[in-house]
């Protein structure tokens, strides 16, 4: 008999497996027993509750997309200024929790399945347009060309983690802040 309640926290074990596992193999060269064996379970479990590595690969992601979501969502009603907005966004990108070794490669990996896989390229792009959008607003009021400082701040963003995962960027959260408001400080000037 299946045991009443266990699947959500199952799949929460999968997919904290599944993170930790690529972020250590730094690729998605892992399989789904190395994840299931990581989560105490067993492959067979793994396939039934996600049918595929792919699949499980995604649901991570979305656990991961969820969770900056929040970061967000509880730093701007705090933010009081268009300019605090902002800073509310590039703080929420690099929350430890967002911005953690396993976090960073399993990005790099999930840009990587973005090309091949058409689940992984929807979920990637809701996730750029949503932070352009929140980028926009907050930077409307503040320059003559939003669009422009829009698309560098989000490619900043992206590049940092891209950096991060390969080893030649701030490995830190609070540096990666400080480059981004450093480039925003002098745009904004």
Same mark, same amino acid.
């Given at each position: 008999?299946?045991? #009443?309640? !266990?699947?959500?926290?199952?799949?929460?074990?999968?997919?904290?497996?599944? #993170?930790?596992?690529?972020? %250590?193999?730094?690729?998605?060269?892992?399989?789904?027993?190395?994840? !299931?064996?990581?989560?105490?379970?067993? &492959?067979?479990?793994?396939?039934?509750?996600?049918? &595929?590595?792919?699949?499980?690969?995604?649901?991570?992601?979305?656990?991961?997309?969820?969770?900056?979501?929040?970061?967000?969502?509880?730093?701007?009603?705090?933010?009081?200024?268009?300019?605090?907005?902002?800073?509310?966004? #590039?703080?929420?990108?690099?929350? @430890?929790? +967002?911005?953690?070794?396993?976090?960073?490669?399993?990005?790099? +990996?999930?840009? *990587?399945?973005?090309?091949?896989? $058409?689940?992984?390229?929807?979920?990637?792009?809701?996730?750029?347009?949503?932070? %352009?959008?929140?980028?926009?607003?907050?930077?409307?009021?503040?320059?003559?060309? @939003?669009?422009?400082?829009?698309?560098?701040?989000?490619?900043?963003?992206?590049?940092?983690?891209?950096?991060? *995962?390969?080893?030649?960027?701030?490995? $830190?959260?609070?540096? !990666?802040?400080?480059? #981004?408001? $450093?480039?925003? $400080?002098?745009?904004?000037?």
């Amino acid at each position: 008999m299946p045991k #009443i309640g !266990a699947e959500p926290i199952r799949k929460a074990a999968l997919i904290n497996a599944a #993170i930790a596992a690529v972020g %250590r193999a730094g690729s998605l060269d892992v399989t789904v027993a190395q994840i !299931a064996r990581e989560a105490g379970m067993s &492959s067979a479990l793994a396939h039934h509750y996600f049918g &595929s590595k792919d699949q499980m690969f995604l649901a991570a992601m979305r656990h991961v997309l969820n969770g900056y979501h929040d970061a967000v969502t509880a730093r701007l009603p705090l933010a009081e200024t268009p300019r605090a907005r902002l800073q509310a966004i #590039i703080d929420a990108s690099f929350d @430890p929790q +967002n911005f953690q070794q396993e976090v960073i490669s399993a990005w790099l +990996n999930f840009y *990587a399945l973005s090309r091949v896989n $058409d689940q992984a390229a929807r979920l990637l792009r809701v996730y750029h347009g949503r932070l %352009r959008s929140n980028l926009m607003v907050a930077l409307r009021p503040l320059c003559r060309h @939003p669009e422009r400082v829009t698309d560098t701040l989000a490619a900043l963003i992206d590049g940092v983690y891209l950096r991060a *995962a390969l080893g030649r960027g701030p490995a $830190d959260g609070a540096s !990666a802040i400080k480059m #981004i408001t $450093d480039y925003l $400080d002098e745009v904004l000037t």
